[in-house]
């Protein structure tokens, strides 16, 4: 009896039998420790990416279809917080302009400052004299819209459209007022960079303004954003992982060493 008795506390202590229960932790204390540190790392990308994102970009809901196709009616756009003197031809900003609405308002810039700009002589857009290509306009972007003699555009101030030229409520439509349709630079509150949602990505840069020496602007860092956040989601993941699937290894190997 007595044997038999530490034969069975020794089986129990020695954690090696077919159940494999050592009371260690699975996978060892310095994996443990190495999963912890992995997630500790991933929850820092993950919120810090969020976090930077939310001090770089403000999200819009765009509630017109004027700009489509780049942007539908419902989208989600995440717009770069900018300073208007850094906005260049091309650019889709998000602006507020107390004349034409009460809330604020998404089109695309294709004159500044200092230029002339006129509609649809020779069936397109013309700024300083030089035809503009506009790829983001879709097909026949000038059939319905009223043409405008030659504007020029005060300085501090911007000449804006939809890229629905067949529908949009923008500079067009506001010739008549003062500064002939054009809003102060200071109006503008962001850059859109991208469509969150559905998540169609980054705008396209507009390079037809290349025409008038217009490089497009240098999107801002939401690529590098969204790559520290998913970065961080899968080390999270993986490091949360490491303790089940060291405990089902643990398990597997018991096992087999219970049936050798």
């Known amino acids: 009896m007595g044997r038999e008795s530490g034969t069975e506390t020794a089986v129990t202590r020695g954690g090696d039998g077919a ?9 060892g204390r310095l994996g443990q420790r190495l999963s912890g540190l992995v997630v500790a790392l991933g ?13 770089v970009y403000v ?3 765009v509630p017109t279809p004027s700009m489509h196709p780049t942007i539908a009616a419902g989208d989600r756009v995440l717009a770069e917080r900018v300073d208007g003197s850094e906005v260049r031809r091309g650019d889709v900003v998000v602006f507020e302009q107390e004349e034409w609405a009460d809330a604020p308002l998404i089109k695309r810039v294709v004159a500044v400052g200092g230029d002339t700009v006129s509609c649809c002589a020779g069936g397109g857009l013309t700024v300083n004299g030089k035809r503009i290509d506009e790829p983001y306009t879709g097909d026949d972007p000038f059939a319905a819209m009223a043409s405008f003699s030659e504007v020029t555009v005060p300085e501090g101030r911007l000449f804006l459209l939809g890229d629905d030229r067949t529908g949009s ?22 850059r859109v960079d991208a469509v969150a949602w559905p998540m169609d990505g980054m705008l396209e840069p507009a390079t037809g303004f290349r025409a008038v020496g217009d490089e497009p602007s240098v999107p801002g860092p939401l690529r590098t954003q969204v790559t520290l956040a998913v970065a961080g989601a899968l080390l999270i993941f993986a490091g949360a992982a490491y303790g089940p699937v060291a405990g089902l290894l643990t398990r597997r190997r018991g096992t087999a060493r219970a049936g050798g």
Do not use: M
Not at 43 to 55: M, Q, R, S
Not at 169 to 190: I, M, P, Q, Y
């Open 169 to 190: 409520l923008d500079s067009t439509a506001h010739l008549a007022e003062k500064a002939a349709g054009t809003v102060s630079r200071n109006a503008v509150k962001g």
């Open 19 to 27: 159940g494999g229960t050592s009371g260690r932790p699975p996978g």
């Open 43 to 55: 929850t820092v990308l993950f919120l810090g990416g969020f976090g930077w994102a939310a001090l």
């Open 59 to 61: 999200p819009f809901t």
